[in-house]
């Protein structure tokens, strides 16, 4: 009987680097092409938020709750909201752009949530577009290096061709503590209700 | 006795479908009874699970049958040339409050010649771009102190970047609107779908050209698009033209060519829609670049660049400033107005976003007025049909009136979560941002004639579809009965007198008043100054407690099948109450709701067939929110 524990991840990276694109490839091995059914994502987390688990052996597997974000410089004030309970984040840049668009704009989602996340956040740096390679601009050396220099999980990857995807989820799973992260507390696991809640939950309750 | 004639055919219909609800007797209103058995009645096939309906085929809103049946093809002329002439009457009065009736009632405007009609009207664009002519109407010079001229001539065939100083945000607005056009229109050919993107990315880079001051965010893009869908046909595809295009039509949520008069004389000066033979668009769109740009300098375009602008300036200036502190305040409001309207709803959503703060499920809905997350055209038509008649603060009202509506459907999926979604309430996030099916209702259609839409390559829609008008009446309610700034939702502590919200009374009042001083310059004076109060980001003192809920939180939600049939019947009994007490607080006559009570008990006793009477209760039931929405409004007036 294996054991699914489940982790909050928050995606994060610059204006079509493939955020949406990378978690479609890993959740239902899909890749659509943006210009003919791929839709913006707006604020947070809304029809764009899935579900994927992976085996990581036969006893163990790692349930992610995905949470997809919007781009744009502008929504990046509620990013906190999502991040600051997450168990692991995956900051994504273009490798075709140079470094200092989307790679820049990576390093500095990787200060904010050095800043403001549970310290105990796995984050997982990802160069995209890896099909592209041809028309790189950002170099593997480049990436590798911000992330060895912070502690961060590092991969280049295509969603397009899904070659690296699913490596780097199962890496970050890996990495994830074994124990049930710590939004869940083995009380509320068992559902058991805590003081003062009775005016918190919802009339329709049967208790 | 009249609880003996109701509850049997209830419990009919209710066998006709599923009888699963999330119901407890704890949850029972008369409101969401009703809710339920709108949503049932609005959907005739039986609740199957998402997988085995994902591939069903057949689009939501789209009634490509009706329009070729012949025996519903009289009844649809009939209502459609009723509502045409109605709406001409108040166009003709320059009626707002007829205007913004109509649009809550079934089938809306009617037709999407009066569509086209009316939202220049309702946006009072004449007001704004007199000075150019009504009939020229090519746009003022632009106010951006540059004095460039943007005009919709043909002679501008460049997508403005040739004209103008370039607005920081043009980048992204190409990021965005090479991904538009996605879920609406269905199946458009790549080479089509190439020249609509171009033609958005023109209309928001001339927008945000003449006011520089605006600031573009993402789902700007789908709320223009929605314009634009209504204004520019469909452009034909390089090949295989008749066919596809009439596939096209159909797959937009619309009537066939000729706006679903087909070989009908139309009664009215109303022009018939044809599309095909449009002169402004089709020749011109055979592909080659040079001729692709010319349709933007016909009437059309003109006119959907004026909308553009006073969509930006006066509606969702609120969104475009530099920051998101509007939308905070707004999603503020909301949280209060679902406290006032269902405290249970309220509670249960402030538990499934990851910190129990605002409702940020429903950003994109306000942000970019459902355009993001509906699924088809005509419903959302509709929904901007139903806004644009009235101050922007009705998006907050028509959010809380979706969520009060799809409310037992979520119920219901929730209870099916069992004991993970107890666990992790934020499960439940993806079924509060998903937006149920929202059917474009008419008085020959309440309810949809086919299965609802899926995306048949993205995640099937978990709901079964709710009628616009049952949710436009309960917008309409909520309203007046929770007015935005007065007690307990007092969104005037939060909202700043430059906020749209505000600054819509002044626009009102330049429609009787031209001396007013109310311009687009004035409007764009507004661009975030006071959009919202100072100190208006701090926290409510009634704000859920924090982090910990997450954690707590044990809910259960009982579903007692066997009773749902009682429970509905029950419902249906209150809300005959709710209404008659409501009109008559509302100062509507008695004999009024009456008549309407007494034909929705005749009705039942009257009909045979259990499908029949589903279909004749239907019917009686969009006659019972007429009448609701007739009451509310007499109470405004």
């Known amino acids: 009987m294996s054991r699914t524990t489940s982790f909050k991840l928050v995606l994060l990276g610059e204006s079509a680097v493939g955020k949406s694109s990378l978690v479609l490839r890993f959740v239902r091995n899909e890749f659509s092409d943006f210009r003919i059914n791929h839709r913006v994502s707006i604020g947070f987390a809304g029809a764009a938020f899935l579900t994927q688990t992976v085996n990581l052996d036969d006893n163990t597997a790692v349930k992610f709750e995905i949470w997809d974000t919007a781009g744009q410089e502008r929504y990046k004030s509620l990013a906190p909201i999502y991040f600051r309970n997450s168990n692991a984040a995956v900051i994504v840049y273009d490798i075709t752009q140079p470094p200092e668009t989307s790679f820049e704009k990576a390093k500095t989602w990787v200060r904010e949530l050095q800043r403001q996340a549970d310290p105990g956040i796995v984050i997982m740096l990802v160069g995209n577009k890896l099909d592209l390679s041809a028309s790189r601009k950002t170099s593997t050396e480049l990436g590798k290096q911000f992330a060895d220099e912070e502690g961060l999980l590092f991969a280049e990857a295509s969603a397009k061709s899904g070659e690296g995807v699913e490596g780097l989820f199962m890496e970050i799973a890996r990495k994830l503590p074994a124990n049930p992260p710590p939004t869940r507390t083995p009380a509320s696991r068992q559902g058991v209700r805590v003081e003062g809640q009775a005016e918190e939950t919802p009339s329709a309750c049967n208790c | ?637």
């Open chain 2, 1 to 637: 006795m009249a609880n003996l004639q109701l509850e049997e055919p209830s419990r009919h219909l209710l066998c006709a479908s599923q009888p699963t609800f999330a119901l407890s007797k704890g949850t029972l209103s008369a409101r969401a009874s009703l809710m339920i058995l709108a949503a049932r009645l609005g959907s005739p096939a039986p609740v199957t699970h998402p997988s085995a309906t994902a591939r069903r085929p057949g689009v939501m809103g789209a009634r490509p049958n009706r329009s070729e049946s012949n025996g519903a093809k009289t009844a649809s002329k009939d209502w459609v040339r009723r509502r045409e002439m109605l709406v001409d009457q108040a166009l003709e009065d320059d009626d707002l409050e007829a205007l913004k009736r109509i649009s809550a009632l079934p089938g809306g405007f009617g037709s999407d010649a009066s569509r086209k009609k009316v939202w220049p009207v309702l946006l009072n664009t004449a007001h704004y771009f007199a000075a150019a002519g009504p009939s020229q109407a090519t746009h003022a010079t632009s106010m951006n102190g540059h004095g460039q001229h943007h005009s919709e001539s043909a002679e501008d065939d460049s997508p403005d970047v040739n004209s103008g100083t370039e607005h920081p945000d043009e980048s992204q607005v190409l990021l965005d609107t090479k991904r538009s056009f996605v879920s609406y229109p269905k199946h458009l050919a790549p080479e089509t779908k190439r020249v609509m993107q171009a033609d958005l990315q023109h209309l928001i880079v001339g927008v945000l050209r003449e006011y520089p001051s605006l600031s573009y965010f993402q789902g700007f893009h789908d709320i223009m698009s929605v314009l634009y869908l209504t204004y520019i046909p469909i452009p034909e595809p390089p090949r295989s033209r008749s066919s596809s295009r009439n596939r096209v039509q159909r797959e937009r949520g619309e009537k066939p060519v000729n706006g679903g008069m087909t070989g009908e004389k139309r009664g009215r000066s109303a022009s018939p829609r044809r599309v095909a033979t449009h002169p402004d668009t089709l020749s011109p769109l055979d592909g080659s670049a040079g001729t692709v740009e010319r349709h933007r300098g016909g009437a059309n375009w003109k006119t959907l660049r004026q909308l553009a602008a006073v969509v930006s300036l006066c509606r969702i200036r609120d969104a475009m400033g530099k920051g998101l502190e509007g939308m905070m305040g707004l999603l503020r409001i909301l949280k209060r107005v679902l406290k006032a309207a269902d405290p249970e709803l309220a509670r249960f959503s402030s538990h499934i976003s990851p910190v129990p703060t605002l409702p940020f499920f429903a950003l994109s809905w306000i942000l970019c007025l459902f355009s993001h997350d509906v699924d088809s055209l005509e419903p959302i038509q509709r929904m901007f049909d139903f806004l644009l008649a009235r101050n922007p603060i009705s998006a907050i009202y028509l959010a809380v009136a979706i969520l009060v509506a799809k409310k037992p459907q979520m119920f219901r999926m929730a209870k099916g979560l069992g004991s993970e979604g107890e666990r992790d309430p934020s499960l439940l996030h993806p079924l509060f941002a998903r937006l149920p099916p929202l059917y474009a209702d008419t008085p020959d259609a309440p309810q949809p004639d086919i299965a609802p839409s899926q995306r048949a390559d993205d995640d099937p829609n978990p709901y079964e579809p709710i009628p616009l008008s049952l949710v436009f009446a309960l917008t309409d309610k909520l309203m007046v009965q929770y007015p935005w700034d007065e007690a307990p939702i007092r969104g005037d502590e939060i909202m700043g007198e430059g906020s749209v919200v505000y600054s819509y009374e002044r626009e009102i009042a330049a429609r009787k008043d031209f001396e007013s001083g109310w311009t687009l310059e004035t409007a764009v004076q507004l661009v975030d100054k006071e959009v919202v109060k100072p100190g208006s980001g701090e926290a409510d003192e009634d704000e859920e407690p924090s982090l910990p809920v997450i954690k707590r939180l044990r809910w259960r939600i009982r579903v007692p099948r066997d009773k749902a049939g009682t429970a509905v019947a029950v419902g249906i009994v209150l809300v005959g109450v709710g209404i008659a007490a409501y009109s008559t607080r509302a100062g509507g006559s008695r004999s009024d709701w009456r008549r309407w009570w007494a034909a929705v008990i005749h009705e039942w006793v009257g009909t045979n067939s259990g499908v029949g009477r589903a279909r004749e209760y239907w019917r009686v039931w969009v006659g019972v929110v007429e009448n609701v929405v007739g009451s509310v409004r007499d109470a405004v007036v």
